[in-house]
């Protein structure tokens, strides 16, 4: 088959959306190398990350003069003749794709625009809200990456429920392989942190929830444990400064801000466990990747979280600090489950990358096929 994809995330984007399109391109090119890869990005980077998209078996597609309108509607015109299938990566299609006669797949991550209207400007919410209605309207097939946004598009948008279906995503190369003691050694060392603390990684927002992190070191004194946030924010960050400074948490937590992609799992697995509290999600890749590393990982049950824990996450509300803290400490001193290994067997087979490639190519030959 031959294929094209929006990589302007791929090639511009450190994480979430960037790290979505190359991991899924990489396990597509590695588990189905007879199809062609076409990329069509308004510039190319030569980001470490990038590069291994900048060779075959890869096409890159990109205009002469960077303007802002290319991607958004003069894109089809680079599509070369013989062109099957266009994907666009990340909620969106070109705005004149429905003069084209290529199939058109659209992933669809979530609607937070619509569930926190607050942390984005209006003129965004206008645009995200209009690249939204035309991708769902003009897409042969929609691919939402969790149950719950597909429940969440057929809620807010009048498509019929056979042209939406489910496909997760898979881990990044970096969570799949367990970091050796050594490494963890190296990193705590490199980072002065203690042998025991408990992890916050994420955006400092009000979605991400912070906050209810430290209101549970502060409700419950038997949570007398280190913890490292991985992280920046703006307002947010500062109101969670504030409030650990007022409630006498400064000596128990550490800011480490932003740190390297490939630091991320070695911190990850020296952590007594992952406290991931979200209020919204697509899915929740942090959830997964704790389970994958074999931390123990408390989250809450709100949207789509439960989909990536499984039974093998702690569950709370994103709300209370008190069941927060409580779950918290259970994780630390649960006994080990004689099934665990078998229910994170079964869990991860629904993630694997070459599963979750088989089923993208799949639904692109369904696609094309006119089949599904």
Not at 260 to 272: E, F, R
């Amino acid at each position: 088959m031959i294929l094209g994809f929006d990589a302007k995330r791929l090639f511009h984007n450190t994480s979430g959306l960037g790290n979505y399109s190359r991991t899924l391109l990489r396990d597509l090119s590695t588990h189905h190398p007879e199809n062609a890869y076409h990329l069509f990005s308004p510039s190319i980077s030569h980001h470490p990350w990038s590069r291994p998209f900048l060779i075959s078996p890869f096409q890159t597609h990109y205009p002469a003069r960077k303007t802002w309108w290319w991607r958004s509607f003069s894109l089809p015109s680079s599509f070369p003749a013989e062109l099957q299938l266009y994907h666009g990566l990340s909620h969106e299609l070109p705005f004149t794709i429905d003069r084209s006669n290529v199939k058109k797949v659209v992933t669809i991550h979530d609607l937070i625009y619509r569930h926190f209207p607050q942390d984005f400007p209006l003129p965004d919410r206008i645009t995200y809200e209009r690249k939204v209605q035309y991708a769902l309207k003009n897409a042969d097939q929609i691919v939402a990456i969790s149950e719950h946004t597909r429940q969440d598009i057929l809620t807010h948008f009048p498509v019929s429920p056979e042209r939406i279906r489910v496909i997760h995503q898979s881990v990044l190369p970096i969570f799949r392989n367990t970091p050796s003691t050594e490494a963890v050694a190296a990193m705590r060392s490199q980072y002065q942190l203690p042998e025991i603390y408990l992890l916050y990684v994420g955006a400092l927002s009000h979605r991400k929830n912070a906050l209810l992190v430290l209101q549970a070191l502060h409700v419950n004194r038997k949570l007398d444990i280190p913890l490292v946030i991985v992280g920046k924010g703006k307002q947010y960050e500062r109101k969670c400064r504030e409030y650990a400074n007022t409630h006498g948490l400064q000596g128990q937590v550490i800011w480490l801000g932003h740190i390297a992609p490939d630091q991320v799992p070695l911190i990850m697995k020296g952590a007594s466990a992952v406290i991931y509290p979200s209020l919204y999600e697509g899915f929740g890749l942090p959830v997964l990747e704790s389970i994958v590393l074999d931390v123990p990982v408390i989250t809450t049950r709100e949207s789509s979280l439960p989909e990536a824990g499984g039974e093998l996450a702690h569950y709370v509300s994103g709300r209370d600090p008190g069941e927060l803290a409580e779950a918290t400490l259970y994780a630390l001193n649960a006994k080990p489950d004689p099934d665990y290994d078998e229910q994170k067997r079964k869990h991860l087979a629904r993630f694997d990358p070459a599963g979750v490639a088989d089923q993208w190519n799949h639904l692109y030959r369904q696609v094309i096929d006119d089949n599904y």
